[in-house]
């Protein structure tokens, strides 16, 4: 293997922000072994080779070259997502992109969108989020948060593992937290309350319901 391996590993290791002893920790060994590893000092067994290719996304065989490409993979094959064109709004710490389920609920993703210049393109977005979002404008097709979403009016469905605080909504609410918005064309489901305007269908609420006119059952924790 000789210096090239060492050399390749400290490099790919940096690049990554990652530490000896995170490193260490993948493989359930010491940060000594990494430590010598990384010095020519010693050198990992043969059957652990392909393990470490694997966790920097490279081949053994780019492990134990020089020049060593960099390699820039799609993010399909990184996140093992669908080509579906969905935008997905995602946060990323240092190269390394935050899992969807592994985001600060408090630190909301600031985005803006313009109406005017959406309608001139004749675009409906279908929006992703990984995380908590104040979005500053109207959104004409659907939102999927993680954490929490506030925006303005929405053409299509919203959807959040937090609260939901916006204008009115086309479609449906799903929201794990407290809902807060205008007229729903569909159906609202919060995990705790519900201050809404009309609702076109049923309401299922963890606490109390304040609301308009509504088109279907109301279900609630609380007082309606």
């Excluded at 390394?96 to 005017?116: A, T």
């Excluded at 064309?185 to 309401?203: H, K, L, P, T, Y």
């Excluded at 606490?207 to 924790?221: I, T």
């Amino acid at each position: 293997m000789g210096n090239v391996f060492s050399k390749n590993l400290r490099e790919l290791r940096k690049e990554r922000k990652m530490s000896q002893e995170e490193l260490a920790e993948k493989f359930g060994i010491t940060v000594q072994s990494v430590s010598k590893w990384e010095c020519a000092v010693s050198y990992p067994d043969i059957e652990l080779l392909p393990k470490i290719a694997d966790l920097f996304h490279v081949t053994v065989d780019d492990l134990l070259r020089s020049g060593m490409p960099q390699h820039c993979l799609h993010a399909s094959e990184v996140l093992d997502l669908p080509d579906d064109g969905m935008l997905r709004i995602v946060q990323c710490k240092g190269n390394v992109v935050l899992r969807k389920d592994k985001y600060d609920p408090n630190q909301k993703i600031p985005l803006f969108f313009d109406r005017e210049i959406l309608e001139k393109q004749n675009e409906e977005v279908q929006l992703e989020i990984w995380g908590s979002a104040e979005i500053e404008g109207d959104i004409c097709g659907s939102v999927n948060a993680g954490g929490g979403v506030n925006c303005g009016t929405v053409g299509g469905d919203v959807s959040a593992g937090g609260g939901v605080d916006c204008g009115d909504v086309g479609g449906s609410v799903n929201a794990g937290g407290e809902v807060n918005c205008g007229t729903v064309g569909g159906d609202v489901s919060a995990g705790v309350g519900v201050d809404c305007g009309d609702v076109g269908d049923s309401i299922s609420a963890g606490d109390g319901v304040n609301c308009g006119d509504v088109g279907g059952s109301v279900n609630a924790g609380g007082g309606v």
